[in-house]
């Protein structure tokens, strides 16, 4: 059974770090574009990141603060959130999708497949 399962939230105050984790059971991570997406109360999910085949792409409002990887070895992948902000509060979820997913279309919540129940996140003092 694919399943991906979020961990790492919880409450931190702003410039405050976060590492958040995308855990697959049932299927090889490695082999799949992995995206993390957000949504606040009120707000459309957004995507935030990438990582599809050795890129990795950002929405402008986390570059430089956000930053992908893949530990291939652990069957995860990590979403290292710095310098956050309570503009970043929201339920953080991954997703799986094709192997290869593009510039112009990782962001999208129709390129993947899979997804999980998510993380909530508050950045709050």
């Known amino acids: 059974q694919v399943q991906l399962v979020e961990s790492g939230g919880g409450l931190v105050q702003p410039e405050g770090s976060l590492r958040l984790s995308c855990a697959a059971s049932?299927?090889?991570?490695?082999?799949?574009?992995i995206g993390w997406f957000r949504q606040a109360p009120g707000k459309e999910r957004e995507g935030v990141s990438c990582?599809?085949?050795?890129?990795?792409y950002y929405a402008d409002s986390v570059k430089g603060r956000f930053t992908i990887s893949r530990d291939n070895a652990k069957n995860t992948v990590y979403l290292q959130m710095n310098s956050l902000e309570p503009e970043d509060t929201a339920r953080y979820y991954c997703?799986?999708?094709?192997?290869?997913?593009?510039?112009?279309?990782?962001?999208?919540?129709?390129?993947?497949?899979?997804w999980g129940q998510g993380t909530q996140v508050t950045v709050s003092s």
């Open positions: 997703a799986a999708g094709p192997a290869v997913i593009g510039s112009s279309s990782w962001m999208y919540r129709r390129s993947y497949n899979y």
């Open positions: 049932g299927f090889t991570l490695a082999y799949y574009a």
């Open positions: 990582i599809s085949d050795g890129s990795t």
